[in-house]
C-alpha cells in the first residue's frame, strides 16, 4: 500500500499505537492507587452494573469480531504468515471470549458497566492496531516462518496460553461442587505467584510482540503489563490479608522476582 492513502492509514496506526501506550501509563498509574472493583474486589460506588458473563462476552467480543473485520480488508489477508498471525490471535480471543466466560462461575457476579465500557474501548482499538499491522501495514515474506522470532514468539505464546487457561482451571476446581468464597489455590505455578493465569498472559502477549515484531504487539504488550501488574500485586496482598497461613514465600506474578 502506497503513496497518500498508504501514508494516511499509517499515520493512524502510528497514533492508534501512541494512544494505547498513552492508555498503558494510565492504567499502571491508576491501578497502583484504586483496585479494579470486580472479583474478589466487587464493592458499591461504580454505577449501573452488568452480570458478569454477559459483560465478559461484550467486552472481550472486539477483539474476536473486530479484528477479523479490520483484517479481512487487508491487500495481505491472504498471505501464510498475516494468516498465522490471524489463527493465533483467534485462538486466544474465540476461548477468552465465547468460552472461558461459560467455564468460570461466575453466577450472582457483576462488573460495572463503566469497566465493561472501558475495557470495550480498548478492544475495539487494540484489534485495529494489531490487525491492520498483520493485514494490511506490514510485508511478512513467507520465509518470515523460518525466522527465530517467529519460533520464539510462537512458543511464548503458547506456553502464556497454556499456563493462562491451566490456572483458571485450578481456580474454577475449588468451586465446584458448589462451594462458595476463595480458597488458597495449590500446585504447579501456585506454590511460586498469587497470579500464574496473569503471569500466562504476560508471556503469551510477549511472545505475540516477539513473533509478529511490530509495534502494535510492543504497545499490547506493555498495556498487558500496565494492567496486570498491579492487580496481580492487589490479588497478593489480599491473599495474604485474608489467609493468614498464606505461603510466605509466595511472590505475586513473577516467580522469584514481584
Given at each position: 500500500m502506497g503513496g497518500e492513502e498508504g501514508w494516511s492509514l499509517m499515520a493512524v496506526y502510528h497514533a492508534g499505537v501512541a494512544l494505547e501506550l498513552v492508555l498503558a501509563a494510565v492504567a499502571a498509574f491508576v491501578l497502583v492507587f484504586v483496585s479494579a472493583p470486580y472479583g474478589r474486589h466487587t464493592r458499591r460506588g461504580w454505577g449501573p452494573v452488568l452480570p458478569a458473563r454477559l459483560?465478559?462476552?461484550?467486552?472481550?467480543?472486539?477483539?474476536?469480531?473486530?479484528?477479523?473485520?479490520?483484517?479481512?480488508?487487508?491487500?495481505?489477508?491472504?498471505?501464510?504468515?498475516?494468516?498465522?498471525?490471524?489463527?493465533?490471535?483467534?485462538?486466544?480471543?474465540?476461548?477468552?471470549?465465547?468460552?472461558?466466560?461459560?467455564?468460570?462461575?461466575?453466577?450472582?457476579?457483576?462488573?460495572?458497566?463503566?469497566?465493561?465500557?472501558?475495557?470495550?474501548?480498548?478492544n475495539c482499538l487494540n484489534a485495529w492496531i494489531n490487525a491492520i499491522w498483520v493485514g494490511s501495514l506490514a510485508t511478512y515474506p513467507d520465509d518470515w516462518m523460518?525466522?527465530?522470532?517467529?519460533?520464539?514468539?510462537?512458543?511464548?505464546?503458547?506456553?502464556?496460553?497454556?499456563?493462562?487457561?491451566?490456572?483458571?482451571?485450578?481456580?474454577?476446581?475449588?468451586?465446584?461442587?458448589?462451594?462458595?468464597?476463595?480458597?488458597?489455590?495449590?500446585?504447579?505455578?501456585?506454590?511460586?505467584?498469587?497470579?500464574?493465569?496473569?503471569?500466562?498472559?504476560?508471556i503469551e502477549w510477549l511472545g505475540w510482540a516477539i513473533a509478529t515484531w511490530s509495534t502494535a504487539g510492543l504497545a499490547f504488550f506493555l498495556f498487558t503489563a500496565a494492567n496486570l501488574l498491579p492487580r496481580a500485586i492487589t490479588n497478593h496482598a489480599w491473599y495474604k490479608h485474608t489467609f493468614p497461613d498464606y505461603p510466605e514465600d509466595r511472590k505475586a506474578v513473577i516467580p522469584f522476582v514481584v
Open positions: 459483560a465478559w462476552v461484550l467486552m472481550e467480543a472486539p477483539a474476536v469480531l473486530l479484528f477479523a473485520r479490520f483484517y479481512a480488508s487487508g491487500a495481505h489477508a491472504s498471505q501464510t504468515v498475516p494468516l498465522y498471525f490471524f489463527a493465533m490471535w483467534q485462538v486466544h480471543y474465540v476461548h477468552r471470549t465465547f468460552i472461558f466466560p461459560f467455564r468460570a462461575q461466575s453466577q450472582g457476579k457483576t462488573v460495572p458497566l463503566s469497566i465493561a465500557a472501558l475495557a470495550f474501548g480498548f523460518l525466522h527465530a522470532t517467529t519460533w520464539i514468539g510462537t512458543l511464548l505464546f503458547f506456553v502464556g496460553l497454556l499456563t493462562n487457561i491451566w490456572s483458571d482451571t485450578v481456580l474454577m476446581r475449588l468451586r465446584r461442587d458448589g462451594h462458595t468464597g476463595y480458597h488458597v489455590p495449590r500446585g504447579g505455578l501456585y506454590e511460586l505467584v498469587s497470579c500464574p493465569n496473569y503471569l500466562g498472559e504476560l
